[in-house]
């Protein structure tokens, strides 16, 4: 994996912490985001672990630069900060994951997630992501084959509400919406209803 903080110190530190697991190894670190895609593109790491706010070019820049040219990046925020609009962009331009650093025990647990393939973002962002919602018809789910009821049930999961009061909600049953729940990660080829919540945030 590759690590990349303005601050060498929490480089040298994460290197450090992360190589005394058995299944991981650091293949380089970087200090900006420029070295970040420099070093992606030379080393095509399994999992890039970033900083976001950066002189020059920033975390979400240069995810953005790597994601365009590598689609399948596993890049996964390390911050301090929890700003909307980063979580916003984080969604969007496709990154992994979203942690901030005084969960300091969450990071490797994290980037084991993440490297099988799930979708990691912390309890702290997970809660304010409702909040963040501005328009929850702007994108055309129908390209996903989702159905308008299929919506319904897709936004009210983003919104972080459970089954039951999902079917109160929308006057269904219970057995209704979790039936619906699981054809819809089928279709969607996802796994659990926190990568559904990203999935909707990413395309709305």
Same mark, same amino acid.
């Given at each position: ?9 929490? %480089? ?11 299944? $991981? ?5 970087? %200090? ?7 070093? *992606? ?32 990046? !596993? ?26 650093? #005084? ?8 980037? !084991?997630?993440?490297?099988?393939? #799930? ?19 702007? /994108? ?5 084959? +989702? ?5 319904? +049930? $897709?936004? /009210? ?8 009061? $999902? /079917?109160?909600?929308? *006057? ?8 619906? +729940? ?12 926190? #990568?559904?919540?990203?999935? *909707? *945030?990413?395309? !709305?």
């Amino acid at each position: 994996m590759l690590v990349v903080d303005d601050d060498k110190l929490v %480089c040298v530190s994460l290197k450090t912490i992360l190589e005394s697991e058995e299944d $991981i190894s650091v293949v380089a670190t970087g %200090c900006s985001g420029k070295e970040a895609v420099e070093l *992606y593109e030379k080393l095509k790491p399994d999992i890039l672990l970033m900083d976001i706010r950066m002189e020059a070019m920033t975390g979400l820049e240069a995810a953005e630069h790597i994601l365009k040219e590598n689609k399948d990046a !596993r890049i996964l925020f390390l911050t301090t900060f929890s700003d909307n609009e980063y979580i916003i962009k984080a969604l969007k331009i496709g990154a992994k994951g979203y942690i901030i650093k #005084q969960n300091f025990e969450s990071i490797v647990p994290s980037l !084991r997630a993440v490297y099988m393939g #799930q979708n990691v973002f912390g309890d702290d962002i997970i809660s304010k992501i409702p909040s963040l919602m501005i328009d929850h018809r702007k /994108a055309d789910f129908s390209a996903f084959g +989702i159905t308008e009821k299929e919506l319904d +049930i $897709i936004t /009210a999961v983003a919104e972080g509400l459970s089954n039951r009061e $999902i /079917a109160g909600k929308l *006057y269904l049953s219970e057995g209704t919406v979790r039936n619906s +729940i699981t054809t819809i990660l089928e279709k969607l080829n996802l796994r659990d209803r926190t #990568q559904l919540a990203v999935f *909707y *945030y990413k395309n !709305r």
